[in-house]
């Protein structure tokens, strides 16, 4: 007998040191599969690898599997991902996927690789606002899903946190209505959250509080079940305004106003009540959600001031907080606008700080080692904001700036997934979050050939025609002469959506103000994309190409348009001037035809989805109006008008496009039109009014596509033959 036990230790010790004992449960990866790959997920065959400190995955076949393994589940779903990229050539993407139902292929020779990078982050801030805050349970898991197999292995959850404040300032004293009214509906929450407004909107419902802890429940359990960690909010000090007044002993700096709204203040990290109401955020978010190794703060975000506090030491005391709640926990910041601060980071404990590097100045910052005073920090990668449908990056910076400062600094341990909205741009999604897994230069041509096999399912010569003429153009932005204020890497935005003026050279405040690029060499990509072969043409990955392509060559074509309009009427040529507004105006009837044909274009798909969270019809019309009003005036007048966050989540969208952008500039081109014909200057016209009566509006809109896209974006290309 003893013989025997002496035997099966011997068997275990040596299939461990073989690594096939499984170090984590593979049956969530091998669901995540069956949901993704319904037809073949039966040919995966998963196994586990030794960590050695390192990600990594090894790709084989094995008696007629295809068999994948990975040092952690991440890393085990990136190796699936990469076998779906390189060998099957097919896609699973945010903008749709081509897959079909016919078996895979063996790979042909073993494949293994690994990332340097210990993280692999995904979602700004500002996801749960302009893309996410009213996402049920099956958008989430897609989400999670696809985020999953690209490799990620930390997200951000911010929904749920609104009922810890709750609990916690209720604790405090608060009344039930004044702390539900001092919380802010879903898509304006998170900046809440970042210490930037508060109040907007309300009173939150206390059955919306309990859906939406209910739903993150729900969301980070499927991420822990997945090996991703979710990373969650921390308590950094925002109060009501007038918390000092509940408690004339506590010490409160008063943040003044952001954007037009009036910050929540900031309680001293030094004054006793910071401790416990710090230790009773935690203790609730404990509860509700578990703990995490991740704690998401942004301290004096866009500003903020520090009044007579030392900030080394309140830095401090707000890491101690954290610590003392879960000891041996990250704080994640971003460096942003001149944060972190110096004097914040000589005051901690820097081993234990993750910092999204997004610093997206006109000169770029490359010496991160002394920058964050060697503080671990990520890559970012922001090229949309605003959850905007503008097409483009700059793919040198995810290229070439990525794997130098990966060399180059060696407190850089990962990437951030860091763009505004989410599902816009799937090239630039793809290209990012692979490039955590290559260490050799990337060839972008070979790539992007690689790309439109799987994307369209062969190698077209039009497709990559097409692709072609995308690289030397929108996926070419660089640091040029245009004045592009904060977004760096973004592309223009459609002066359609822009508030009608004949100088407009942006939609929103911070965007580029000119092309980034020609708009008579992007032209050329349509064409070539209705010249792919008919039997490629019916994927949902090209269709979005199509649409995606032929979208932004209208919304190019509008640059080119308003010097021609403006000029007519400088010259008091009413009969060009209404030739060329007309013109403008059915180019916008043509765009929202096109995007009336692709679910990822409409409306409706973003105002249907508060449907299932209001528990009465009043309710109701304030979530529209939360979904509404992010989209157009974002804010209040002040806010909109006075700090010009009008338009800064402007999207071309079917039914926006139609009832809210032309409507504009059609009510501008008669007020022009009729300033010609008396004489006189133009009246001045309330833009504020009209974007608040579409904000209140109750139109209903499809969220279902109709029409035939191939036959508008034909129509589109042949407006310039």
Same mark, same amino acid.
């Given at each position: 007998m003893r013989l025997?036990?002496?035997?099966?230790a011997i068997l275990a010790l040596s299939t461990a040191r073989a690594g096939t004992v499984p170090s984590f449960d593979t049956r969530p990866e091998q669901a995540l599969i069956a949901r993704l790959l319904p037809y073949q997920a039966q040919q995966f065959e998963l196994g586990t690898l $030794?960590?050695?400190g390192h990600g990594r995955f090894r790709i084989a076949r094995n008696h007629g599997h295809i068999r994948v393994e990975g040092s952690t589940p991440s890393a085990l779903l990136f190796g699936v991902n990469w076998?779906?990229?390189y060998v099957a050539h097919v896609q699973i993407s945010p903008n749709g996927d081509r897959i079909g139902n016919a078996p895979f292929p063996l790979p042909a020779t073993v494949i293994e690789r690994e990332t340097p990078y210990p993280y692999r982050y995904a979602l700004n801030e500002n996801v749960d /606002?302009?893309?996410? $805050?009213?996402?049920d349970w099956p958008r989430w898991q897609r989400e999670i899903d696809v985020l999953a197999l690209s490799g990620i292995n930390a997200v951000l959850v911010e929904r749920g946190t609104d009922s810890v404040l709750y609990q916690t300032f209720r604790d405090a004293g608060y009344s039930d209505q004044d702390i539900r009214s001092w919380i802010t509906q879903p898509a304006h929450q998170n900046w809440q959250l970042m210490g930037n407004l508060c109040c907007f909107n309300g009173p939150i419902s206390t059955a919306l509080l309990h859906k939406r802890a209910a739903s993150a429940q729900k969301i980070i359990a499927r991420l822990r079940e997945l090996g991703i960690t979710p990373v969650l909010p921390g308590f950094y000090g925002i109060v009501p305004a007038d918390f000092q007044r509940k408690f004339p002993k506590a010490h409160v700096i008063p943040q003044g106003e952001w954007a037009g709204f009036t910050r929540p203040g900031w309680l001293d990290p030094r004054d006793p009540m910071f401790a416990k109401l710090a230790a009773s955020f935690y203790r609730h978010q404990r509860e509700l959600f578990g703990d995490s190794s991740i704690y998401d703060m942004e301290v004096f975000q866009e500003g903020g001031d520090a009044g007579d506090v030392p900030v080394p030491e309140a830095a401090r005391d707000v890491q101690d907080a954290l610590l003392a709640a879960h000891p041996h926990a990250r704080w994640m910041m971003l460096a942003w606008q001149g944060n972190p601060r110096q004097d914040l980071l000589s005051g901690v404990n820097r081993k234990d700080l993750l910092i999204i590097d997004i610093d997206h100045d006109r000169v770029p910052r490359d010496n991160r080692q002394k920058d964050f005073q060697d503080a671990p920090f990520l890559f970012g990668g922001i090229w949309e904001f605003g959850g905007r449908t503008t097409f483009g990056a700059n793919t040198r910076n995810i290229t070439e700036r990525l794997q130098r400062l990966g060399r180059n600094n060696d407190n850089m341990v990962g990437t951030a997934v860091f763009t505004e909205g989410m599902d816009t741009n799937p090239f630039a999604f793809d290209l990012f979050t692979e490039m955590a897994w290559r260490h050799e230069p990337v060839d972008l041509a070979s790539w992007t050939a690689d790309y439109v096999r799987r994307r369209y399912g062969a190698a077209d010569p039009h497709a990559l025609a097409a692709w072609n003429v995308l690289l030397h153009t929108a996926y070419d932005i660089r640091i040029d002469q245009v004045v592009f204020n904060s977004e760096r890497d973004a592309a223009q935005e459609s002066l359609f959506n822009a508030q009608p003026s004949l100088t407009a050279n942006r939609a929103s405040n911070w965007s580029p103000e000119a092309m980034r690029y020609s708009a #008579?060499?992007?032209?050329? %990509?349509?064409?070539e994309m209705l010249q792919v072969a008919p039997v490629l043409r019916s994927s949902e990955t090209y269709q979005y190409d199509l649409v995606d392509i032929a979208r932004q060559t209208l919304a190019n074509e509008s640059?080119?348009?308003? $010097?021609?309009?403006?000029?007519?009427? @400088? %010259?008091?040529?009413? /009969?060009?001037?209404?030739t060329l507004t007309q013109r403008?105006? #059915?180019?916008? @009837?043509?765009?929202? #035809?096109?995007?009336?044909?692709?679910?990822?274009f409409l409306v409706g798909n973003w105002l249907v989805q508060t449907q299932p969270w209001a528990s009465s019809a009043q309710e109701r019309t304030r979530l529209d109006y939360d979904v509404r009003s992010l989209l157009t005036t974002w804010g209040d007048r002040q806010a909109?008008?006075?700090?010009?966050?009008? @338009?800064?989540?402007?999207?071309?969208?079917a039914g926006l496009t139609r009832d809210y952008y032309r409507l504009r500039w059609q009510t501008y081109f008669q007020s022009l039109d009729e300033a010609l014909r008396a004489g006189t200057p133009p009246e001045a016209i309330d833009w504020f009014a009209i974007g608040e009566a579409w904000n209140r509006g109750t139109q209903v809109y499809r969220d279902k596509p109709e029409g035939d896209a191939y036959e508008v974006a034909k129509r589109i290309a042949k407006t310039w033959q």
């Open positions: 025997l036990l002496l035997c099966f $030794p960590a050695n076998y779906l990229k /606002g302009y893309t996410a $805050p009213y996402w #008579q060499a992007f032209k050329q %990509a349509l064409p640059r080119m348009l308003l $010097p021609q309009i403006k000029a007519a009427y @400088d %010259a008091k040529d009413r /009969g060009r001037f209404e403008w105006l #059915q180019w916008m @009837d043509l765009q929202d #035809q096109l995007l009336a044909t692709n679910r990822f909109s008008e006075g700090a010009s966050l009008h @338009d800064y989540g402007n999207k071309d969208w």
